[in-house]
């Protein structure tokens, strides 16, 4: 795993495995990831209800329908791993920093708001 242990003992375990952070971890699993030229693929929010794995990708909206929030970066053609991996950082930092807008969630929301990385090394990523 590319994500010191200190860090993933502090995340949200879902019950299939994967990890979720709260603002301020996620900025520092972003900046540990890009350190170590992993590329940050996407992300999205997680509405966390409770500590045993529930969490949903919906999520409750002040005024209209419930929404999903994800983002997702795409290599661009001839790109370098390592100018996809800066950018891969810049576009998640820019996601974290920014989701959910102030007024989008209900002020009553249970449970927390939590951000799900997926990311990759040069040697795992397979090209289009």
């Not at 242990?5 to 709260?22: I, M, Y």
């Not at 509405?47 to 929404?67: K, T």
């Not at 891969?88 to 009553?108: D, F, M, Q, W």
């Amino acid at each position: 795993m590319d994500i010191p242990e200190s860090l993933t003992e502090q995340a949200f375990r879902a019950t299939n495995g994967e990890f979720a952070w709260t603002r301020a971890q996620a900025v520092e699993v972003v900046a540990i990831l890009t350190g170590r030229d992993v590329a940050i693929l996407g992300g999205e929010l997680w509405w966390v209800l409770g500590a045993a794995g529930d969490w949903r990708g919906i999520v409750p909206q002040e005024n209209g329908p419930d929404a999903v929030y994800a983002w997702e970066t795409k290599r661009l053609p001839d790109e370098s791993w390592l100018a996809f991996v800066r950018r891969c950082g810049s576009e998640t930092l820019a996601a974290v920093k920014s989701l959910p807008r102030p007024g989008e969630l209900p002020s009553n929301l249970p449970g927390r708001i939590l951000y799900n990385l997926t990311w990759v090394s040069e040697s795992g990523y397979d090209e289009p």
